[in-house]
């Protein structure tokens, strides 16, 4: 189908950067010695998990027990839910468990371990968990090489029905990073305190055979991945503006673009119009704090070239409004009614999160499939 033929907004994905993107985070973890536990939960898709992975008996990281679900039901068995687990979700936990489904759970806190040991115990169901480290202030983990930590190990250990796996931690601060060398650090540091914690438990007589680390920046920057058994990345599939500004891509490798359509101007001010919105790109502002804040999206021709200069600087629920950078005015000329664009998002799982399906591109201007993506919990 022409995108000519196509009502807008709609959400596309560019088949050849997803390749190149996810090539290019395969090959450097592999050839740092460790393996890739890709996290499904910017994606949500098992079209394009099953593009990228091949099969779904690939190792998985999900961030809601729908996802779990969902993966499941077409085939996923290694699945690590990566949000410290609640006990409302626990009977969700075990019946995924008792199909199959070798589920792995995250916690940070004793209590949390008490009640999983409990609850599995209760369930007579092998409830198997990483202990989450704090290795960089960014949100949630407990503090690496703690008592804390041995603590919270020992209870899992010593519980009929849990299985102490590992342990597992995010560097989300290197979202805050402003050069490569934090990242680096960020990613030496990510290693080092996941690895040392691992190896406290081991000393105190725990197998913990996981050593899980991940986020895009610091897995990109990594150098050094000796002792760590997988690496969680999600967002590098798509990759977005936001990485774009932290220096990890370019914004032309962005796989993942709102295709918008010109709907008005406003001459006086230099604005041109479209209808996408918040609601089509979400509200997040990911790059206000970048060297180039890139307002709700960056935008190109309906190919997907870059037109440099020219943003989403205003957004109403279905309304965009362009400008240059900085709320400059454009030249509307180069904006006729009905025109289509490309919009590049600050945040790929934000945007995706307000579409049901991806039209898959490439550099042509036909739709070549649609996949389709789930939602909400
Ligand atoms: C627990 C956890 N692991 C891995 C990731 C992947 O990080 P990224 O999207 O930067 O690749 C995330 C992202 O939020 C996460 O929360």
Redesign the pocket.
């Given at each position: 189908m022409p995108f000519a033929a196509l009502e807008t907004p709609q959400l596309l994905l560019d088949v050849t950067k997803l390749d190149a993107n996810t090539a290019r985070m395969k090959a450097h973890v592999e050839r740092l010695g460790s393996r890739l536990r890709p996290?499904l939960?910017?994606t949500k898709s098992v079209d394009l998990a099953r593009h990228v992975l091949g099969d779904l008996s690939h190792p998985i990281?999900v961030?809601t027990l729908k996802e779990a679900d969902y993966f499941a039901g077409h085939g996923a068995r290694d699945i690590l839910y990566?949000v410290g687990i609640a006990e409302n979700k626990m009977d969700h936990v075990v019946a995924l468990r008792r199909k199959d489904v070798d589920l792995t759970i995250i916690l940070d806190n004793l209590a949390s371990a008490a009640m999983v040991v409990a609850r599995a115990a209760a369930a007579e169901t092998m409830v198997p968990v990483l202990i989450e480290i704090d290795s960089d202030g960014h949100r949630s983990g407990v503090e690496p090489q703690s008592g804390a930590l041995v603590a919270i190990g020992r209870l899992l250990e010593d519980g009929a029905y849990t299985l102490l796996r590992g342990v597992m931690t995010?560097a989300?601060a290197s979202y805050d990073c402003r050069t490569t060398a934090c990242i680096e650090k960020l990613a030496a540091q990510e290693r080092s305190l996941t690895l040392g914690s691992a190896e406290m438990l081991r000393e105190a007589g725990m197998a913990c055979p996981v050593v899980s680390i991940?986020?895009?920046?610091t897995a990109l920057f990594s150098k050094n991945l000796d002792g760590v058994t997988e690496v969680?990345?999600?967002?590098?599939m798509s990759r977005d503006l936001v990485m774009a500004g932290l220096g990890v891509c370019a914004p032309e490798d962005i796989a993942l673009s709102v295709l918008a359509t010109v709907i008005g101007h406003q001459p006086a001010k230099g604005w041109v119009i479209t209808d996408a919105g918040w609601m089509a790109m979400s509200r997040d502002r990911g790059t206000s704090g970048h060297g180039i804040d890139q307002g709700y999206g960056l935008v190109a021709d309906e190919y997907g070239r870059l037109l440099g200069d020219v943003v989403v600087n205003g957004a109403n629920q279905e309304h965009g409004i362009l400008t240059a950078h900085e709320g400059k005015p454009l030249d509307i000329s180069g904006f006729p009614i009905g025109m289509r664009l490309r919009i590049l998002p600050n945040h790929a799982c934000a945007t995706a999160a307000q579409y049901g399906e991806y039209l898959v591109v490439d550099s042509g201007s036909e739709i070549l499939t649609r996949w389709e993506r789930i939602n909400g919990w």
């Open positions: 996290h939960k910017t990281t961030s990566a995010h989300g991940g986020s895009t920046p969680r990345a999600g967002v590098f």
